[in-house]
């Protein structure tokens, strides 16, 4: 059985490290990978528990599936417990991840630098979180990581975070606003500084470091070996050719790695004490000396390269330790062994170091050194001809090294690179002094450099090789043992054995070594040389003895060590036979030098001068402890020789500095013993003064101001002269008045050059403080050895110091740097002076000082002697403080009046701030008072009147804020009461409210960064604070008994502004930030909102006042997302309401009058009504408010309301209203952004009709430019010209000025209402014309011509706007205007938005667009929503569901009953159709269904009813909107009878529309015709009408029916005229129909006789407007056809035919129409047709072919007042002859065409152009053409014997509609060409030509000649098809018309003569 034990508390939280899911066993608990996980109980290998996420779900899962993390609980939650830094990071990367996200999905630029710098972060989180780093790693990741932080931070416009130098988070509530400011400025600086590159950082922080360290590694030496050798590195001077530093040794073995162990994969070194002036040497090289150790010739034992690289993990074998402890016994030796090994040359690598010091990021990774060997050259030479690069050859061998320059000390270095630089790495010291010498830092090195050597031959004939030996010995000439060495890394030697050269009598060694004797030992030793010659036989080699010796003593004989540079040594010959061993220092009575010699030739036993040998060596002396000064030395032993006293101390000044430095305590106690003990204080006081100032000066030195320390520490634990005090105060006095004594002057008047007391004054004062040490430690201690004896002398002596001191600065005399350098140390001395004097009468001392300083001068010195004291232990005293802080003030008063000094005031106010704010100053109220009176407001003036742009506006309103900071109530009391007084009071209230308003205003540039968040919440604390307490003020002084409305106006407007303003706005913040507010800040927005509703109650009978004024600010306040807020702020508007309501209607009266009288009360709050709504639009509309706003609004004040007995009704009403408003403006606000356009559109219009039932007329008028803008956007011109109608119907026709309220932005100039509404009526008729809207544009010329014509008479514009308006005459019948459809859009569902839940709307289409797109373009704005497939209404899951469904069907318009007058008149039909779709506000659509109760099958007729839908909308379509939603909708039944009637009168409607469309068109292909006729007189399928009369035309049914009588009566009717409709169709049919219908069409002919007999012999014989006579239809119509003829509205066919698919003319086959000569509008009423054979006709015109037909009787038709199809043709029932011949004669003469000859010409001449000069149209003119709307007109004429005259033009090859998107004739698909046949028309009649004359229009008599003629073979002509084109009428077409024969029996009424146009020309 499992046990289950609790857990230990240390393991009940972990995170999941691996996916774990077994959902198919019990009791699991899913994870998931990083899941945080609570563990309740364990046991062996579970755990049991839940996920923090989820803690409902418990379960149990693996342990090792866990990794148990330490924790912490933080509010209720389980936390990891981790750094500060790792929970930063976390944090970071949640809030990052977000904003990256979004910048991913937008593509933002920056986002891939985001996801870098999260990847940089989640490695350095990594790091951290592993605990593996060392402490320095540590911080450096860490610093890292804040550095990309406050970089990302940046980036990303996040608020920047405030850290202190280690990157803490800084807590900001624990410092003053100042230091905050600061800080601040230091993260701005540390950002900036983090953005850069990293060595921009590492030179930026090189200026402020003195030592610099290079740190050397080698790695790797690729060269030939054959024998050990010695590597010496170090750092070479290329200009002076020297080294620099110590050599750095490394023990490199003939196997290619180091002989020591030590130094085996570690041979590194860091040379350092390198200045800023060593390392701008201009070439400074890396060098590397090789010495090889070993024989004097190579042994070639192995020819193989080796590296350190090839064996680098070799063992050292037993010959290579050998060496090494050769080597590090003897430096090559021979050891005791005897064997036989010297240091010969080997080779030089040089690298230059410049460009790598200079850029050491851009040289990282290893370094190569070029080597080569030295051959018979010196090491020196080498290394020349390597830098001169000169006869190098090639280099093979070469050396890698790393290099990295370090800055700081090497104390520093150790703990910024532990890694780097640990414990056993080697340090090469530079072979000098830093640049700056720490006090601990005690070296005595001397290094000592064997330059060259002379050695004459003697007895050899050759040259020697020449070894010398140094070792260093005492006065006994006995070694001193390890004191020598060769360099860092190798350890110190007894003796050091130079390089031995070959055969060389001059050798040039150039080898320095260090020499580091103890000082104790340094005064008795000395250096000794011996010279012995090496043989290159061993054997010779052992017997040799050295020839030569050489010395040099260490210390001088007067005491100094030995000089510096270079000394030539005298070399003595050894007579070893002579030359006593026992006595080895001997030498020492011999001359060391030839400078020693003097011409002498010195000789001692065994030793003699060798006059032609000299030995040269050079001294560098490094030591703190020697001097080699004479002068030093002779002050320092004063006491022995009092006669050079007075020469030594005036030598001191020429002692450098260095040995100054070096014995510094030494030489001051000897001064202070002088000054103390001499005989003589007259003449040496003084000059031990100035050489006590002279050290102090040296000291004071940047190279040695580290001694300072030195120094101190000397004042304060080894200064001794307890009487020196006195005398120091004496000769200071004494140096004052001598220097302010008054100067001599010159004749003139001048004075001479400086004084040697001004001099010495001006050095006295510029180290005055050290001066003052010695006098205040003198004193102190003779205190204590005497009981403070002799304090009143002292203090007086004191007293008369200070009082000189006043007095100096009161002299005349120029003392100005005399003065400055008081000013400059007058802190310190103060400072010091508190430990003997009285703090209280020294702060009286200082200030008189720094009174007496006239206003205009040392005004810097004074400013930071000021500054300076701030800092002072003086100034944190509160007695000294009392006194300093008021003059301190006082200066920086006048300072910032007069704009001087205003950095340095601004940094001592900070430093004031600073200090008050601590704890340890004591009480610091009076010094806050002091401040306050002194500076707060000219530091507000200060801040107000600087441009924000400068930089010292922030820390002005930093110091202002810290100053408010620190006041509390006492202190604004003593304020208010000081400026009342003073009158005051006023001013500075409105000034501090102005100063806060613009803090907090976003209409001004803000003081501080917008990330400065911490800054900012803080300043809004503090001015919390400040208004809180002002507010108290305004009440006491501005409220009574003197009402101040401008104070309390501003005090609203900046405390609600304050209340406003973005940072305080939590509720956009996210989540981190707005926990981080609120821990530190807290909300304040509440107490803000609490003090400014006290404030308006306090007001009391001034409330009415600010009625209207702040209704704004305290409505947006109300708005802030905060709802204690809101609560507290909601009922303000209730009072507002009220106080207006019981106001004054008289303004002598106040609020408070109308009490005692009730009758004066105004009794309405319209002015607060029209504020609120106003201000609520601009405040919404900004995005302010929501809906709990809304609700909460509604709420409070509707209980107010209710509860008050007055304002129940009123107050009820408004805010309904108001409540309605914010609805509204919410939605806008919603929709607004929507891409729906009907939406944004639809929720203008919904405010728009608000604002005009609450009659707001400025809104409104804001609300129509709303709407007219969205209509512009979108094209909608018909509905942006009704929209601006609307501003139009509110201004009159007068010229009354226009108010602010109706003023129009678009048209500014305006001034009167007769302006205004005249420019809108042009703007409305420029709309109306380009949404084809003609008669709307009529319509209001017709009220301008009005004006025009009755009320200004301005005819001139009168006359342009009549052209104006019959150019929208001639545009309605001649342009193509399509009709829009409409359709019914239900929008059921929650989902949508409430102007859309379950409402039903009627959509006005777009042009062309049918039902489908209309759909496809619902759902594209609508995405979410789907498409309902049926009409059936919905149920409650779906109107009441949160999806979004839409139904859509299209609806057909029902015209108003007001334009039935067209039903009775013979109109266009382009006039009727746009009132049949326009100006339409009902509309229909039928259902079909089936009811069985009619009897019958299902099937049956007298089943079929509908169910027919009528809707109204709210307003008539087009409006100004394309959408209105339906406000009533009507459903009914229609009966199967009913049905019936209506089929049958659109069955004979479209018979009769087809016959027309087929006679306009000729065209047409007969598809449409042919099986309209057939389904009709054939009905196979329906059975045709024959179904209705068995249903309905039965006796059963009439007595079943008895009320349908009526209707059965109509059916009947309407079944009869059906036949005269299909006979005059058959005769068409028949005229059009090819060979190849000719038995259908026979067929049909049969059917039809059949039903003719059938319906005449039930129904009787009925006619219609188209009578038949004979062949010929003609239309009855008793006007002319002329008017008809000429008539535009005749010129085009309806867009329902022309859309039709069987009409055989598509629309996009439209032509357009070629203007022509007006002589064809005449011809446009003739038609001809000749009745003989005809012959095949081709027409070649490229734009079009046609067939001629077979003559046929033709049919001349009048067109019904349709409202699809064409207009109504004039019909002509009969033309006199006379009249026919005389029309026809009159253009015989002009014809070029036969009309009664046996023959006509080819038909292809007729396709050509009849003139040959007609020129060609212009290319300006086919533009023109394309650009003209299409128009058709078909006039009927009736004319004998006329030919086809289609060549009469090309334009008759050409459709008769034009398509608008045609751009050419050519590119236009000619339509399809009718069947051929065989007998087409024949031209032969036509016998006489046809010719224009262009004398005369009067037609030529030859045509009434050929009348007999031509009727005796026909009694009909048929007209063949002539089209004509004009200016006036774009195309004509007569097609097809029959003309009748004369009847003598019937007159007939007379023709006039075609009516020529206006504009008319003759053809050419």
Known sequence: MTVWSDCNAKQSFGIAKCNFDQDTKPHRLNLDVGDALIILKETTHWYYGYKQKAKETRGIFPKSYVHLCEYSIVNGEYCIQRTDIVEEITKVMLEWGGIAKNYFLSTNPNFQKIRRKMNELSINRTALISGNLPLDEMRKVKLQATAQIDTGNRLLGLDMVVRDESGDILDTNAICTTELYENHMNAVQRIEKANRLSSDRDSLRGHNKYSHNILLHVNAFVCKFQEDSDLLFTLFDGETHKP?????????????????????????????????????????????????????????????????????????????????????NSNGSSSSTGEYIMRRPFGVACKDLTPIISKPEDFRGNLDLPFIMCEKDTLDGTLRKLIANKDIGKIESKMAVTFEVLRGDIKQIKEDFPRLV???????????????ILPGDVRNDLYLTICSGEFARIAKTSEKNVEVTVCVANEQGQLVPGVMSIGAGHPPIDEYKSVVY??????????????????????????????????????????????????????????????????????????????????????????????????????????????????????????????QSVSLLGLLHWSAHKERLEQSLNALSDVPGEEVVKFLQDILDALFNILVENEEPEKYDQLVFMSIIHLIETVSDLKYQHFLTVLDVYINESFSATLAYTKLMDVLMRNIRDAITPCEKSADGIELEESPAVRRLYKTTRYLHYVMKFVIRSRVLYAAMNCNADYVDFATRLQELLKMFVDMIGCPSNLLKSEGALLKNLHTVATDLMEVFDEVHLSISIVEILEKFPKRRLTQSKMGCIKDFVETKLFSSPKCRAILLPVFCKHIKDHLQSNDEIAECINIMNNILKLLYRSDVGPTHNDVRDIMIILLRQVMKAAHALDRDTGVVGQFIAIMLGILQRMDAQHYKYFVNDLHQQGELKDFIIEILLVFEELVSPHQKAVFPRDWMDMIMHQNTVILGALQQLSMVITDYFLCPVFDKQIWSNFFQCSIAFLVQSPLQL??????????????????????????????????????????????????????????????????????????YYSSRLELESYGDTKHN?????????????????????????????????????????????????????????????????????????????????????????????????????????????????????????????????????????DTELSPQLR???????????????????????????????????????????????????????AELLKR?????????????????????????????????????IFRGKEYERLSDFCSRMLVQHPQAELMQTLEAPGEDITHGDGQFIQVNKVEPIMDAAFSKFNEKIISNEIVKYFTSNNVQKFQFSRPFRDSTGGGGMDDVRNLWLERTELITQFPLPGILRWFPVVDAHTFKISPLEHAVEIMKETNKDIRQLVILHQSDESLTINQLTMKLNGIVDPAVMGGFAKYEEAFLTEEYVEQHPDDKELVEELKELIALQIPLLKIAIRLHRQKA??????????????????????????????????????????????????????????????????????????????????????????????????????????????????????????????????????????????????????????????????????????????????????????????????????????????????????????????????????????????????????STDFSSLSHSLDWNPSNYTMLNVLSSNTSTTSSSISTTTLTKTSITNTTYEYLEATNFSVQTPDANKPRPPTPPPKPSRHSKHIP
């Open 1067 to 1140: 509720n956009d913040f996210n989540d981190n930030k707005r926990q981080i507010v609120f821990a530190r800040y807290r909300d304040i927005r509440k107490d803000t909102a609490k003090e400014i509703r006290k404030m308006w109650f306090q007001l009391g009978k001034h409330k009415p006042k600010f009625v209207p004024q702040l209704v704004e600010p305290i409505l947006e306040m109300s708005m802030i997302p905060e709802t204690e807020l809101r609560r507290e702020t909601i009922p303000i508007f209730f009072d507002m309401m009220q106080c207006e």
């Open 422 to 436: 640990h414990t056993n790495v080697p340090v090469a010291r530079k072979m000098g002094f830093p640049e700056v």
């Open 1634 to 1879: 090819p060979d190849s219908l000719k038995a259908l069409h026979d067929h049909l002919e049969g059917c039809f006789a059949d039903m003719q007999q059938h319906v005449e012999s039930r129904y009787g014989r009925k006619t219609c407007d188209l009578k038949i006579e004979r062949d010929s239809v003609i239309m009855r119509r008793t006007n002319s056809f002329l008017p008809a003829l000429f008539d535009s509205g005749n010129n085009r066919l309806s867009e329902t035919s022309m859309g039709s698919s069987d009409s055989g003319l598509s629309k996009s086959t439209f032509l357009p129409r070629p203007p022509t000569n007006s002589i064809k509008s005449t011809l446009a009423s003739l038609s001809f047709n000749t009745n003989t054979k005809g012959t095949k006709h081709k027409d070649k015109t490229p734009a079009k072919r046609r067939s001629m037909k077979q003559p046929r009787d033709a049919l001349s038709l009048p067109v019904t007042n349709s409202q699809w199809y064409t207009p109504p043709l004039t019909t002509i029932t009969s033309t006199p002859e006379k009249e026919i011949n005389t029309s026809i004669n009159s253009l015989a003469s002009a014809s070029n065409t036969s009309l009664s000859g046996p023959k006509t010409p080819d038909p292809r001449v007729l396709t050509e152009e009849l003139t040959p000069k007609r020129p060609l149209r212009s290319e300006k003119e086919k533009e023109r053409r394309l650009s003209r709307p299409a128009s058709i007109a078909t006039p009927t004429a009736s004319i004998k014997t006329f030919a086809d005259t289609r060549s009469l033009s090309e334009s008759s090859n050409r459709n008769s509609v034009e398509t608008t998107d045609s751009t050419s004739e050519e590119d236009i698909r000619p339509p399809p060409l009718p069947a051929k046949t065989r007998d």
């Open 1365 to 1401: 308006m019959a150019q929208f005459f001639e545009k309605i019948l001649k342009e193509l205007r399509h009709t829009s459809e409409y359709f019914r859009v239900c929008f059921y569902g929650c989902g949508f938005p409430r102007l859309l839940q379950n409402k039903v709307y």
């Open 244 to 328: 620099i530093s110590e050599n750095y040794v490394v023990k490199w073995s003939r196997t290619g790695i180091a002989r020591d162990v030590d130094q085996f994969d570690n041979i590194r070194v860091l040379f350092t004490d390198l200045s800023r002036s060593d390392l701008s040497i201009s070439k400074m090289y890396l060098v590397c000396y090789a010495i090889r150790i070993g024989t004097m010739e190579v042994k070639d034992s192995t020819d193989s390269k080796r590296t350190s690289m090839s064996i680098a993990n070799s063992v050292l074998t037993a010959a290579s330790r050998k060496h090494s402890q050769l080597s590090v």
């Open 502 to 627: 070959y055969h060389d009598d001059k050798p040039k060694w150039q080898e320095t070594f260090k020499i580091h004797v103890p000082i104790e030992e340094f005064k008795q030793c000395h250096l000794r040389f011996t010279l012995k010659h090496r043989s290159s036989n061993e054997q010779k080699d052992r017997s040799e003895k050295p020839f030569g010796l050489a010395y040099v003593r260490l210390m001088q004989s007067n005491g100094t060590t030995i000089p510096q540079g270079q000394h030539v040594l005298a070399v003595y010959k050894i007579d070893h036979k002579k030359y006593d061993k026992t006595v080895a220092n001997c030498y020492m009575e011999l001359p060391a030098t030839t400078a020693e010699l003097q011409g002498t030739k010195p000789s001692v036993g065994g030793l003699s001068l060798l006059p032609k040998d000299q030995l040269s060596i050079c001294v560098n002396l490094c030591s703190t402890k020697l001097t």
């Open 1158 to 1294: 009730n009758a004066h009360h105004k009794g309405n709050f319209s002015e607060f009504k029209t504020a609120m709504i106003e201000k609520l639009d601009i405040l919404i509309g900004a995005g302010k408010g929501d809906q709990e706003y809304k609700e909460l609004f509604q709420k409070i004040m509707l209980e107010y309301c209710a509860a008050h007995n007055t304002l129940n009704v009123d107050g009820t009403s408004f805010v309904a209203m108001v409540t309605k408003l914010m609805d509204k403006l919410l939605e806008y606000r919603c929709i607004i952004q929507d891409e729906s356009k009907e939406n944004r559109m639809a929720c203008t219009f919904s405010l728009l009709q608000f604002y005009s039932e609450v009659d707001l007329k400025e809104m409104y008028i804001r609300y129509v430019y709303k709407l007219c803008a969205l209509h512009m956007e979108f094209e909608n011109y018909t509905e942006a010209a009704f929209t601006l109608k609307l501003h139009t119907e509110l201004l009159r026709w007068n």
């Open 1304 to 1358: 129009s932005y678009r048209h500014s100039n305006c001034r009167t209402h007769r302006e205004l509404k005249e420019a809108l009526y042009f703007e409305i008729m420029d709309y109306f014309d380009k949404g084809k809207q003609w008669e709307c544009a009529i319509d209001m010329c017709k009220v301008l011509a009005q004006q025009y014509e009755e009320e200004i008479y301005d005819y001139i514009k009168l």
